[in-house]
């Protein structure tokens, strides 16, 4: 499966749509309190994104084999 943006979902509804990688996100992670989202992508981009507002909170550019 690829995916460029993907969907936070709770109880079925779409809560955000969180675009920004330029390629295929390969992981997702929440963080333990569940206010932060971080993806992984192949366009070596790792972004940390706000769960409430789903807004990019930070993206580490060139970022390689930590998946």
Known sequence: ???Q???MRVGGWQVHSL???TSSVCVVAF???GNRVVSGSADTLVKIW???TG???RSFV???GVW
Request: aromatic letters at 10%; glycine letters at 10%.
């Open 1 to 3: 499966m690829t995916w």
């Open 5 to 7: 943006s993907f969907e």
């Open 19 to 21: 675009t920004g990688h």
């Open 31 to 33: 963080s333990p309190d």
């Open 50 to 52: 706000d769960t409430r």
């Open 55 to 57: 807004a990019e909170v």
């Open 62 to 64: 060139g970022v390689r």
